[in-house]
Every structure is written in C-alpha cells, then in structure tokens.
C-alpha cells in the first residue's frame, strides 16, 4: 500500500492512509489477530460472514429488480442545525441566564 505525501502535509497523507487501511479491512483483521481464535470458533464467524454477504447481495438484487421497496435515505442535517429531540439554544428559555423560564419578581420599592 503506498500514500503520497504532497507538500510535507503528513497529516492528511495519515488520513488518506487510515482510510485506505479500513476499506482493505486491514483493521478488522489486526484486532482479530491480537488473540487466538480457535478453529471451530473461526469457522462459524466465517460461515456467518458468508450468509450475512448472501443477504446482502439477495438484498441488493431484489431493489435492482424492483421485488422490495429501497430503504429510505437517513436525513442529513445541515452543520448548523440541531439534531430532533435536543432543544435549540433559543428555545431553552428567555434570554440571560434565567433557563427555568420564571419570571423574575421586583421587590417592593424602598421609600
């Protein structure tokens, strides 16, 4: 595997590395590797490897053909949106460090 370093920019040659590595599987086989995996144990992961690709190539098939309906997208939100069910600063009450939202009450004018 080779990544070129363009204008001594070793950071975003690091990141084009890792990228390049997670899509080889590069990583999923290192932690696999880091302890002993008997033989038994290795053939049933590879035996549920191959029926989960199966699937999923069954799966992709059947969209192409038009069998099944296609997943619905995942909504994207935009960086400066908040995401549902969390409460945007405007609206977590009225302004200046009052987040109950009480009303603050005036005492009685000293005379």
Same mark, same amino acid.
């Given at each position: 595997?080779?990544?070129?370093?363009? +204008?001594?920019?070793? +950071?975003?040659?690091?990141?084009?590395?890792?990228?390049?590595?997670?899509?080889?599987?590069?990583?999923?086989?290192?932690?696999?590797?880091?302890?002993?995996?008997?033989?038994?144990?290795?053939?049933?992961?590879?035996?549920?490897?191959?029926?989960?690709?199966?699937?999923?190539?069954?799966?992709?098939?059947?969209?192409?053909?038009?069998?099944?309906?296609?997943?619905?997208?995942?909504?994207?939100?935009?960086?400066?949106?908040?995401?549902?069910?969390?409460?945007?600063?405007?609206?977590?009450?009225?302004?200046?460090?009052?987040?109950?939202?009480?009303?603050?009450?005036?005492?009685?004018?000293?005379?």
């Amino acid at each position: 595997m080779q990544v070129l370093v363009r +204008d001594n920019n070793v +950071d975003q040659a690091l990141r084009v590395l890792k990228k390049k590595m997670q899509r080889e599987g590069i990583f999923r086989e290192m932690k696999q590797r880091k302890a002993y995996e008997k033989p038994s144990v290795r053939k049933a992961r590879e035996k549920a490897e191959a029926v989960r690709r199966a699937r999923k190539q069954a799966r992709k098939t059947a969209i192409r053909e038009g069998l099944i309906a296609a997943p619905k997208p995942k909504p994207r939100f935009p960086a400066g949106s908040r995401r549902p069910g969390f409460p945007s600063p405007s609206a977590a009450g009225p302004q200046g460090g009052n987040p109950a939202g009480q009303v603050p009450v005036n005492p009685a004018p000293v005379a």
